[in-house]
């Protein structure tokens, strides 16, 4: 599999010094080791790298070498840099504040992603939707910029992979995949460690709320779906739910799709709701995503909609249960 890292990448690094290395709103592992290896890679080379979220960090990924060092949007004078970094990120409104075309001066983006979805929104675009991760993908580009992996480096790529992969179970998880991961390894990534402190942790309080979100299941037609209101967040003491509850419905062995829907506000307090969609081997949440405004991959995807919970839920389950007809007729055909 020929991952070719672009030339103009390379020479943007090479030929500048200032970099902000940024990612997606609701950042996930991928998302945070990314701009924390990318950030780390390029102190290594001895350039100026900061690593900016556009919210806090989450507490799931505080115990990332340099979580402690990223930067709130409101705190960076983003024309200030050379280059964007753009990490894991389909289109620039996944970026939420981050993205503010008016006051960065025409600062450029670099954009490096696995999302099949992404609309190469950069200067310089590398996007490798065969690749678990883009955590792979910055472990490839180092060998192309001769950048040492330290044992920091390879602990955030390796934690990008494993999240992406559920620990090497997707259908992404190739000999590639495993040679790098292989790699980060002997560059001192503790395996155990990362998937201790990833997927066999589960706060209480997550627990809890799971206990009272679970009640609002339904079935139909081999789509499967839950909702999360702002209450059932707030009484658990939550900011937001966590992504392994669309993986345990996913696995109900009558549904082909799940959906997870929770209930929130955008920066005016106008309702949204936050949709993540799973899907089984040979079917696809991708495309409907992407229709929708949102991006991902096949098997698991999301999108961000105006309006109230009861509203977009009878939407886009119809819109699944459609989506999932259509895909078994083709699967049939």
Same mark, same amino acid.
């Given at each position: ?14 030929? !500048? =010094? ?35 979220? *556009? ?17 709130? *949007? ?19 409104? %996944?970026?939420?504040?981050?993205? %503010? ?13 696995? !999302? ?73 990534? =503790? ?5 201790? =402190? ?32 702002? &209450? ?34 955008? &920066? ?5 709701? &936050? ?59």
């Amino acid at each position: 599999m020929n991952h070719s890292v672009p030339v103009e990448l390379i020479a943007a690094i090479h030929s !500048h =010094n200032d970099f902000l290395c940024v990612s997606h709103v609701s950042a996930d592992g991928d998302a945070y080791g990314s701009v924390l290896g990318m950030t780390r890679l390029l102190r290594n080379l001895g350039l100026r790298a900061t690593p900016v979220m *556009p919210e806090s960090v989450s507490t799931y990924f505080a115990f990332l070498p340099g979580a402690e060092q990223v930067l709130l *949007p409101e705190a960076v004078d983003v024309a200030a840099y050379d280059f964007i970094i753009c990490l894991d990120t389909s289109s620039p409104d %996944r970026m939420g504040a981050l993205y %503010r075309p008016e006051e960065q001066g025409g600062t450029p983006l670099l954009v490096i992603d696995h !999302h099949v979805t992404n609309t190469y929104f950069g200067a310089v675009n590398w996007v490798e939707p065969k690749c678990a991760a883009t955590c792979q993908m910055v472990a490839m580009l180092a060998d192309a910029l001769d950048a040492p992996i330290d044992v920091e480096a390879a602990t955030c790529l390796l934690t990008g992979i494993v999240t992406d992969t559920l620990c090497f179970r997707t259908s992404s998880t190739t000999p590639e995949v495993m040679e790098v991961a292989t790699k980060l390894q002997r560059k001192g990534a =503790n395996l155990p460690w990362i998937v201790q =402190n990833t997927l066999n942790r589960l706060p209480f309080r997550i627990l809890r709320l799971w206990g009272d979100v679970l009640p609002s299941v339904q079935l139909r037609e081999r789509v499967i779906w839950a909702t999360v209101t702002q &209450e059932q967040l707030h009484a658990a003491g939550c900011e937001d739910d966590d992504p392994r509850l669309n993986s345990v419905l996913a696995s109900v062995e009558e549904a082909d799709m799940s959906a997870i829907f929770t209930e929130k506000r955008d &920066e005016t307090g106008r309702p949204i709701v &936050e949709c993540s969609f799973r899907a089984k081997p040979g079917f696809n949440v991708g495309d409907l995503a992407f229709q929708l405004g949102g991006g991902g991959h096949a098997p698991a995807s999301g999108c961000t909609l105006p309006g109230s919970l009861a509203e977009v839920v009878e939407h886009v389950v119809t819109l699944l249960i459609e989506e999932r007809r259509r895909q078994k007729m083709e699967l049939e055909a």
